[in-house]
């Protein structure tokens, strides 16, 4: 089973990814927490060209590609083979988070951009996904509260992270079977157990013991 989780930083899915990869190893699963841009080695160091608050410069096509290619290393190595040796896969973003930020935020053709994102993936779609939804400007006022690590994508301005918002939630209506909306405002603990009560019923049921 392949879980996504999506919405802006500052949201708390990061937290609560780890919280929901505990739980589930608790339970004997075998989970795989990954995080996009990166979870390969190659994938970090295009990680760190993404985020560097220098490239000032970088053309929203060139950081698409970018993306694509962390992604592609990330479900070639990584994904792929733990779905087939029949784990569960969390990932802290994935394909959807193109769709919004680079298709949505800045307007980017959404048809190309999964034409480019099929090619990456493989054809792989999450199972679930996950959206921690937030009024963005609670959310960067929460990063800068909590002193975050502040990437280039942080530093566009408040009309591009509600365009993204806007897009999520569009994504999410076309593809309701897919998604889940959780009202990021709510409290750690709370939200924690909303991600619990929504996964529960989709898990799918553990192996007998050997
Ligand atoms: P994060 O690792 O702190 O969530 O930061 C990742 C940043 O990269 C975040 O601002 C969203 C952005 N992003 C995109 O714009 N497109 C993508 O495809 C992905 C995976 C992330």
């Given at each position: 089973?392949?879980i ?21 190893r ?9 995080r996009?841009p ?23 096509r060139?950081e698409?590609l970018?993306?694509s ?6 479900v ?8 087939a040796g ?26 190309a951009?999964r ?6 993936t493989?054809?792989l ?12 400007d609670?959310?960067l ?5 909590n002193?975050?690590?502040w990437?280039?994508?942080?530093a ?13 939630l569009?994504l999410?209506r ?9 009202d ?5 603990e709370?939200?924690a157990?909303?991600v619990w ?7 799918p049921?553990r192996?007998?013991?050997?």
């Amino acid at each position: 089973m392949f879980i996504t989780f999506e919405g802006p930083d500052g949201s708390g899915k990061s937290t609560q990814i780890k919280r929901l990869a505990e739980r589930l190893r608790a339970e004997g699963r075998q989970v795989l927490l990954t995080r996009e841009p990166g979870g390969t080695a190659i994938g970090e160091q295009i990680r760190n060209v993404l985020h560097d608050l220098h490239n000032t410069a970088m053309q929203p096509r060139a950081e698409i590609l970018l993306y694509s290619a962390a992604r592609a290393q990330l479900v070639g190595e990584v994904i792929l083979p733990h779905l087939a040796g029949g784990g569960v896969v969390l990932s802290d973003r994935y394909y959807d988070s193109t769709l919004a930020y680079q298709g949505y935020g800045h307007g980017l053709d959404l048809a190309a951009l999964r034409q480019i994102t099929a090619f990456a993936t493989h054809g792989l779609k999450p199972d679930v996904t996950l959206l921690f939804d937030l009024d963005p400007d609670l959310g960067l006022q929460r990063r800068l509260a909590n002193r975050e690590e502040w990437n280039r994508l942080d530093a566009y301005d408040l009309a591009f992270h509600q365009r993204v918002r806007a897009g999520y939630l569009e994504l999410l209506r076309a593809e309701p079977e897919r998604w889940i909306r959780l009202d990021a405002a709510q409290e750690r603990e709370a939200l924690a157990e909303a991600v619990w009560a929504c996964l529960l019923p989709r898990l799918p049921a553990r192996a007998p013991a050997a």
